[in-house]
């Protein structure tokens, strides 16, 4: 049932001090010791008087301490609608009749094309040799979320982690802060705040027929396939990569805190007991036409009128949505697959983005690969796979207590 | 395409695991079997993909067809929603590396097995219960079964997880099946069924190549039961002696047309050929790891000392 409308709590004295006066202004200077500004707290001050004083409802409406609870029924919550960042396709099926010798053409033109044009090796790329900072905010990652998988500890606790393949990920073009300011996005997100580089990444190589030549051009530029997923990662301009540079599983680290932003999964139009979690009604006992309905939606006086965000049913899921502060609990380089505990929103083999997490406790403290994970020239890699401490690893003995 | 083979009914593939139990054999006949088979079916539908053999004409490594009863946890969750092939590998590899520690041995639901536990609440640090498989179940590092036992005049049933690290040891004392897939009417079933002594020994079977059924009909006790055992068509039961109007009712709610529905049993099963591949990409370690263990036995006792 949705409770009534969020209504406004006045902070009160304590009621044994409304009687003394002087005592009660003792207790007042007390407890606003602990406000920040001086002038808010002699303000707060009068109030309180006025309020031990004489509590009339036409004093308290204009120089009470107003707090004002809002009730998260209220709160908008759902964004569905397409980012605005996000251009509008006009997706159509085109109608052109090509012969079966056109299209062998194509193919044989898209061959040539992307044949001498591969993509720079790690060794040929000019990456500046740049310092990490605690406030560098570095590149992401483009994932597809495969699965889950379940692993044990040390002491034979079990563990779920949300296995992340890292596609082919490659960065197709840097935009300085200067210039990505006077995008529109830029100019949105950075509007009082200091400007960052924004570094765009691709993922997914697929077959050029699929696009447009201006989309394909895109790429073309760099010396890569098209690609099916775009990203952009706000970054600062420490940690800026050179276009055609290669991000793999190795850009993370075993046991650093991750964000995964995702699309949540769609459950269609759903109920409110299934939606909002509403109790419905009783199963039996006479209940009639009333087992997973809502019940009440207002009261009848409070304004007469359904309040807008009342909990109904409708469409649920397909929401954007960050789960933060995930730890990576172990990394195959080889599949450049990430296994990260805890679940990640979305359904299996989703896109999702992976970032540093912002999270203050569980940032870096140490310099993570910067700008990103380069495998070492003479061949020598690092471990196949990469555990964490805390796991067991399931080529070793068994666990006895 | 799904291949005639797809489709055959567990029955049948009960048969043909029984006829070619013979396991070290097998493996053999099996690689010289199917290079025959696919030159037929090549020289029968011409246009077809030959699947089995190389364009070279090597032959490629088959696992034995009985490897989807003994070793069922490979295959993977049938739901399409979430099938990922560079996850199910990874899985695979993970659970092949937990297998060169440990024996896991095949066991179907009806086999009495022993399982010690590593457990830092009993004396001896280790706890070890014997009982009958009533079930078992999960894909993966997920894959379960449930042991019954009656201790103590108390029924006790636990799941094991057969990938978890605290698992020392997992024996089968008696292998056999029964009658039906799931044993859960054990509950309902005399305490006598589900009794086995801790101190059972491993039986040695005398007929390596045929797995045994048992098969045993078991007498409920009276109702009122766990759940309608009736509708359930179970081999395993003695007859349960209901009123006619239970067997009426359950004629009513029964659905007979789903065992000719075969895009249910279709969404149900991992096909032919993927379970090939699986177990042909697993055959080879499972069997070198099975090798080394029988060494080990052989040379056991005298190695030991």
Redesign the interface.
Known sequence: MPNSAGHVKFVMPPIGSIGSGLASYRDLTRTLTDEKSTLYSALSAIVYMLQSLNRSPFLLGFLSNHEQVRNMSRVKRRNTHPGYWLSLKNVQKKDDKISADNLRFMREVIQDKYKNKSPLKVSELQIEKTEWDPKTKRSGVIARN??R????DKD?N?IVCT?L?VLDNHVIRYIPPEEYVKTSRGAIHFKNKTPLGCLVVGAEATNPEKFTRQYCNLFAEVGLMPKKTLSRFIITPNAALPPCTPITAGHFLVGQAVDVYGKTVDHGFQGVVKRWGFKGGPASHGATKFHRRGGTIGTGRDKARVWPGTKMPGHMGSERRYNRGLMIMRI?MK?N?IYVKGTVPG???SIVRIFDTLLPLRKFKEAPPHPTYFPPEDGTQKEEDIWDSRL?????????? | MLRRVVLQTFRQGLAQSFFKRNAASLSESAVTQHPIETSEEASEKSGSKQKNGDESGNTVVVAPPEFRFMYPEFLPDPTM????K??EK??RM??L??R???EIPEFYTGSIMAVTV???NSPN??ARFVGICIQRGGS???AWFILRNVVDRQGVEILY?M??????KIEVLRLERRLDESLLYLRDALPEYSTFPFEMEAERRLNNSVVPINPIKVKLRPRPWLERWERQNLQGVEDLNLPQRYYDRAKEVAKPWEKYDLMLQYRKTIPAEEQEKIYAEVHSQLQQQDLKRKIKRRRGPSSEQ
């Open positions: 495969i699965g998988q379940q692993m044990w034979g079990k296995v393949h195959n599949y697959v359904a299996t083999n067991h690893v399931f080529g070793s003995p068994s666990i006895s207590v | 929603e979430r099938r990922n560079l996850k990874l899985e993970d659970m590396q937990r060169s520690i440990i590593a457990d830092s640090k280790f993966g590092l997920q997880e990938y978890c690290p605290l698992i020392q």
